[in-house]
């Protein structure tokens, strides 16, 4: 079944250890984000898995390729399960970082931000007549795989030709999940649990639809739930 990641989207380590303690043994693996690891360090790291949870560290690496790997070797030593990084960097950067990771670790490549649209996008890199994310993500995601990289950041709305792009074996990790009915909050392109399951993903980040719920705990067993019903939930 596709794995549950709730995002701990706050501040400082007190936060992230009552929100985890709040979730109970629902919870089996969260994400840690730059706020929360840049302010605490390995150290909210380290007490997080004290509690038996599985951590995503969502770090978006993106640097010259003997920076990143050493990062990647570091993060390795962390005892985490998945990294991001972004594919953007290149194929040197990519299979430095694949070459640096120890069995345990997956590296996850972040293709295309979502927050830029194509303007965005051309501007930055220097095409004025635009260019496309949803060309571009699946292509940044084939040289990731080409590298040796282990799976993708995409949103439900994209995963399933990424899916195609990439094959089978690699991990789909989608952000912007809703329930039926709920907040989109800030995303726009969000997808329920099942439909993100059905495109192809193999984890799903859960944010706010689960942290801000009146019972998180209540939240993260309807997600999970969901997902053991859905077609495709079995991998
Ligand atoms: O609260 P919400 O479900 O929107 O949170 C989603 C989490 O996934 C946040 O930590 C956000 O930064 C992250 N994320 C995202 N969209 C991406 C990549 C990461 O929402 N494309």
């Known amino acids: 079944m596709a794995d549950i990641i709730v995002a701990l989207d706050v501040p400082d380590a007190p936060e992230a250890l009552r929100l985890v303690d709040r979730l109970g043994p629902e919870l089996d693996f969260v994400k840690v984000g730059l706020e929360l690891f840049t302010r605490e360090g390995p150290d909210v790291v380290r007490r997080i898995q004290e509690r038996g949870v599985r951590i ?45 990771r120890d069995g345990s670790l997956a590296l996850l490549a972040v293709t295309v931000l979502t927050s830029l649209d194509s303007d965005g996008l051309g501007e930055a890199w220097g095409r004025p007549e635009g260019a496309n994310p949803s060309d571009e993500a699946p292509r940044l995601a084939g040289l990731a795989m ?63 639809a689960v942290t801000a719920a009146e019972d998180p705990q209540v939240a993260l067993a309807a997600v999970r739930s969901e997902i053991a019903g859905a077609v495709g939930g079995v991998r």
């Not at 990062?71 to 990294?83: I, M």
């Not at 993708?152 to 991990?171: K, L, T």
């Open 56 to 100: 995503f560290l969502d770090l978006k690496l993106h640097d010259i390729p003997n920076t990143v790997a050493a990062a990647v070797r570091s993060a390795s030593g962390l005892g985490v399960e998945l990294l991001t990084l972004h594919a953007s960097g290149g194929r040197r950067m990519l299979e430095a970082a694949a070459g640096a």
């Open 146 to 208: 080409e590298c040796g990289i282990d799976g993708v950041v995409a949103s439900a709305w994209e995963a399933g030709s990424i899916r195609r792009q990439i094959g089978s074996a690699a991990s789909i990790v989608t952000p912007g999940i809703r329930l039926e009915g709920g907040a989109a909050h800030d995303q726009r392109r969000v997808a329920t649990p099942s439909r993100a399951v059905q495109e192809g993903a193999t984890h799903l980040v859960l944010g706010r």
